[in-house]
């Protein structure tokens, strides 16, 4: 029996935005009219249309499918390579928001990818057959050439989006330029937080980005904005910059910050019954980076070309401040055992105050005056 049901009068907001998006959607977001009730009159007519599965047309089905298919215009299918600590991270929070995702590894982690909610390809050939939007390389820095270049691109459609987040960028950047054929396209991404620092929410944390490569159909476009749609949706400050703007700023403050957490990290620090709240956050510091491969500090170091710098300053400003605190120990017990003496000679001088280490990149020599083992 034919039977009909009105169409749904309601407006959805999903239905006013589709119907910008998908002309078969009329003006009053019905739906098009072969799937409009029809009047009576013409009942008989549009059976002889042969007018047969009434039930699929009912209006409700009818917006969930749509609604469905506007979800999955939103989504990609995004192979992970790497599902080590950070890629199993970031796959959770691309999981949730319904992406379709994939992973790849040189460990078999198909029980983690099952409980997660992501196709494990013990196979890359397997993987790349799967024909994904996305590649994102989530490996550690030191293998990510070796990775790259084993893995069977002729297998991929050609347009595919390359995307990283090694956390040093110019070092990728060289690598896709250099290994990815032209058609690929390339967008280079560094997220300034990890599984500790980014567990309970990503938001307001930073997330750097330089589109190194990307088509200039629509398509392509929209599938480089609708990745990066992943991190901004979630609340992270979205910054473009160029690589290598990153890693002159990531080599001043992460590669400082991991090396001062790894320095007392070896001082093997107790937590004490009267901590300050300086003292609670050195704690936490050292909890943060050591949570990290000791494979990715010593990549933030080695593919880095600031970072070398940045240890010497730090090693410069240590011997300084001892130097300065050394300094001023030294006047005072010369003070006892020469004071009279001395300051009737005028030998007596006062302890300079340590000097700021020049700016960054000018060079690692102190400026004259500055170095207190004068005192
Ligand atoms: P990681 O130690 O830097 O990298 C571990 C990943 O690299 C695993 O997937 C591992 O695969 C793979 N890998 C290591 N050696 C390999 C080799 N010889 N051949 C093939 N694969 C190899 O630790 P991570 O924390 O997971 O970091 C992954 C990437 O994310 C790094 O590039 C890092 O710079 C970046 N990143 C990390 C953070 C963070 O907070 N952890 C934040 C931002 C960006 P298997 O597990 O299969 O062995």
New binding site residues.
């Given amino acids: 029996m034919l039977s009909f049901s009105p169409a749904t009068p309601k407006t959805t907001t999903i239905s006013t935005r589709l119907h910008r998006d998908h002309h078969t959607l009329s003006h009053h977001s019905q739906p098009p009219s072969h799937l409009r009730p029809t009047k009576p009159h013409l009942r008989q007519r549009r059976h002889t249309l042969k007018i047969s599965a009434i039930d699929a047309a009912q209006p409700f089905d009818y917006e969930s499918k749509i609604s469905t298919q506007f979800a999955k215009s939103k989504t990609l299918k995004i192979a992970i390579v790497?599902?080590?600590?950070?890629?199993q991270f970031l796959a959770k929070t691309l999981v949730r928001q319904g992406h379709d995702v994939l992973a790849h590894?040189?460990?078999d982690?198909s029980n983690i990818a099952a409980e997660i909610g992501v196709s494990f390809y013990p196979n890359a050939d397997d993987l790349c057959e799967e024909h994904p939007e996305v590649i994102l390389l989530?490996?550690?820095?030191?293998?990510?050439d070796?990775?790259l270049r084993s893995l069977p691109l002729q297998r991929l459609k050609r347009s595919t989006l390359f995307v990283d987040?090694?956390?040093?960028k110019e070092f990728a950047k060289d690598l896709f330029l250099q290994i990815l054929p032209l058609d690929f396209d390339i967008l280079c991404t560094?997220?300034?937080?990890?599984?500790?620092s980014g567990k309970n929410s990503w938001k307001d944390l930073p997330f750097v980005y330089d589109k190194v490569r990307i088509g200039n159909d629509e398509s392509r476009v929209s599938r480089c904005e609708k990745f990066l749609d992943a991190f901004a949706r979630e609340g992270c400050v979205m910054k473009e910059m160029t690589c290598a703007e990153h890693d002159q700023h990531a080599a001043e403050s992460q590669f400082i910050t991991h090396t001062v957490g790894r320095i007392l990290e070896k001082l093997d620090l107790d937590s004490t019954p009267i901590n300050t709240k300086g003292y609670e956050r050195l704690l936490d510091l050292v909890e943060n980076t050591s949570s990290?491969?000791f494979?990715?500090y010593y990549?933030l170091f080695m593919y880095n070309k600031n970072a070398m710098e940045q240890l010497e300053r730090l090693d410069l400003a240590f011997e300084s401040l001892k130097k300065e605190l050394f300094g001023h120990l030294h006047d005072v017990l010369r003070k006892q055992l020469f004071g009279t003496k001395e300051r009737a000679l005028g030998v007596m001088q006062k302890p300079r105050a340590l000097s700021k280490l020049p700016p960054n990149g000018n060079g690692l020599v102190l400026p004259p005056g500055s170095d207190s083992t004068t005192n």
């Fill in positions: 790497g599902f080590g600590n950070f890629g590894s040189r460990t982690y989530c490996t550690s820095i030191l293998s990510t070796k990775v987040v090694l956390s040093v560094h997220p300034m937080f990890g599984p500790e990290d491969s494979e990715l990549g």
